[in-house]
């Protein structure tokens, strides 16, 4: 923790420059100095979210949609069949 103390400003570099920095008192970990990740803005998330989407396989045209899936089970009155 002294050498800490002395090299502080050296720590904080580091741990800015994306390493994270454990610091031990007597052999033990004691604490952890890392740095602090940006937050993403409002279009940024948007524009991941919108990648991701992009990513996605897209439906065949044949697809049942998921609320007419089970329509066989049930006549045109609405009991099962």
């Known amino acids: 923790m002294s050498e800490a103390k002395a090299s502080l400003t050296e720590l904080l570099h580091r741990a800015e420059s994306g390493e994270d920095v ?18 993403l803005t409002r279009e940024q998330r948007r524009a991941l979210i919108d990648e991701i989407r992009a990513m996605a396989p897209k439906p065949a045209a044949d697809d049942v949609p998921a609320e007419r899936s089970q329509d066989f089970l049930y006549d045109d009155d609405g009991m099962p069949g």
């Not at 031990?24 to 952890?32: D, F, S, W, Y």
């Open 22 to 39: 454990v610091l031990t008192r007597r052999g033990h970990k004691i604490a952890r100095i890392v740095p602090i990740k940006p937050s």
